[in-house]
């Protein structure tokens, strides 16, 4: 399945850089009262790393030595199946199983609405991506299951004079997966005129953020970014086309 969805997002990407550059062009006007919200999101990233990121991961992570789940190992078994089947709709190949359906279904009816939308879930979804890595080079965050004890952060300069290497134990903030997801259905969201619709993408959105944690592959925190991140990312670039 990995395998298909790999190659039906090539073939997307492809044909929106061959037959719809025109998709790619969004403008957007940075305004002065947008400053409040960025203080807002930076005091709650305080808050969330320093008081509760530990907290919530001791408490859902199905790795955590003292937690419940490990203290219930036929729970944690049957727990981490479900979200590591959940955490599969934060991944672009699995975004891309979803969507060709869409746009294959747009080209047969000339539906250029449908066509639009479905190609403006990959856009959304890629530009989210491309921000998450640069975001994880940056600030080169340790995994919960790493360092149970510790923030975390690194940055670029720690790298360095510590000689981390540059993995995916070292890539935690903020979560990709939950980029991609957020992205992906909160740009379907807002495109829908359906509330079940909007409820549903949210819905799958959110709980790909929880997986995430639950798995002890993030911390509140970063799963908390994505989701601000993408959201606004979809919004934004659903209202502009």
Not at 10 to 20: C, D, G, N, T, W
Not at 44 to 51: D, K
Not at 83 to 96: D, N, Q, R, S, W
Not at 153 to 170: A, H, N, Q, T, V
Request: aromatic fraction near 16%; charge should be positive; hydrophobic fraction near 50%.
């Amino acid at each position: 399945m990995k395998l298909l969805g790999t190659v039906l997002l090539i073939f997307l990407i492809s044909y929106i850089f061959i037959k719809r550059r025109d998709l790619l062009t969004v403008k957007f006007e940075f305004k002065i009262n947008y400053l409040k919200y960025l203080i807002l999101y930076l005091i709650l990233i305080f808050i969330l790393v320093l008081f509760i990121d530990k907290k919530v991961a001791f408490f859902i992570s199905n790795k955590y030595p003292t937690g419940y789940f490990s203290l219930h190992p036929d729970l944690n078994i049957e727990y981490t199946k479900i979200f590591k089947m959940i955490t599969h709709l934060g991944e672009p190949e699995y975004v891309a199983l979803l969507v060709f359906p869409m746009f294959l279904y747009s080209k047969i009816k000339s539906i250029v609405k449908l066509e639009n939308a479905s190609l403006g879930i990959i856009i959304v979804m890629i530009l989210g991506v491309s921000i998450s890595t640069i975001l994880k080079i940056i600030f080169m965050r340790s995994r919960p299951f790493l360092e149970w004890n510790s923030s975390g952060f690194y940055f670029i300069e720690d790298i360095l004079e510590r000689e981390i290497p540059f993995k995916g134990s070292y890539m935690s903030f903020p979560s990709g997966h939950t980029m991609v997801a957020f992205c992906s259905y909160s740009f379907l969201a807002f495109k829908s005129q359906k509330t079940s619709i909007k409820v549903l993408c949210f819905l799958v959105a959110i709980l790909v953020g929880v997986s995430r944690i639950c798995l002890s592959a993030h911390w509140m925190s970063d799963v908390f970014t994505s989701a601000v991140i993408g959201t606004v990312l979809g919004g934004i670039y659903a209202n502009k086309r």
